[in-house]
């Protein structure tokens, strides 16, 4: 059966939120660590908004003037009321800049439970493969004569959840650093594919290069 592992259909629907989410605050929108870059930039100018709000600064507008200084249907207002809906704004963006960081994390510490944390970063196709053969959607990559075929495969779902929290940067020439990509066991291979045209021609081409010769 095959597995979406960019994001899960149930994770997706669990983190993505409403259709009315913050531009640029989906979790694969950037990196966990940029994603609380901004979460900290948005509440800092949340704050800032919330002091410039004075619940007793008033002005008026409007009226018009009947007989010497009297002035009718003149509106008192506050003019610092606006502070408090940018505010929310800011602190809405920030909330779920967070809940995109924390969905990232979580879904790396799930797919590397079994791996201790210096591992995650480490390439698990390195030196390992053999051959890759194309394949409709992207590429079969065929191991060394004794490599536990199951192990490598939880590994490189592992290193694709670490990529998609690290904003799938830091390792160009990885396959496994591109995203909504689905990874499969077949006997002694392992197919890397994606649905995605593009995708799949950067999978064949970084998957050749990972051929240990």
Do not use: W
């Not at 979790?27 to 100018?45: G, I, L, N």
């Not at 779920?96 to 960081?101: F, L, Q, V």
């Not at 201790?116 to 065929?142: F, H, N, Q, Y």
């Not at 006997?187 to 799949?200: L, V, Y």
């Amino acid at each position: 059966m095959k597995r979406f592992l960019g994001l899960t259909p149930l994770l997706a629907l669990t983190i993505v939120g409403c259709a009315g989410q913050p531009p640029g605050s989906a979790p694969h929108d950037m990196s966990a660590a940029d994603h609380k870059k901004h979460a900290a930039t948005h509440e800092s100018e949340a704050e800032q908004h919330e002091a410039a709000y004075d619940p007793d600064a008033e002005k008026r507008r409007g009226g018009s003037q009947t007989f010497q200084d009297f002035q009718y249907g003149q509106e008192v207002y506050n003019p610092t009321s606006k502070h408090l809906g940018h505010a929310e704004e800011h602190q809405e963006t920030a909330d779920a800049h967070r809940k995109a960081a924390e969905a990232l994390e979580s879904f790396t510490d799930g797919e590397c439970a079994k791996f201790p944390p210096k591992t995650r970063s480490v390439c698990p196709i390195m030196s390992v493969v053999t051959a890759a053969e194309d394949v409709k959607g992207g590429a079969k990559l065929t191991l060394k004569d004794g490599v536990p075929t199951d192990a490598v495969l939880a590994h490189m779902r592992c290193h694709h959840a670490f990529a998609a929290q690290e904003g799938h940067k830091g390792m160009p020439g990885c396959p496994l650093y591109l995203k909504n990509l689905e990874l499969n066991a077949d006997g002694k291979s392992i197919t890397i594919t994606s649905e995605d045209n593009a995708t799949e021609k950067e999978i064949r081409k970084r998957s050749k290069a990972h051929v240990h010769k």
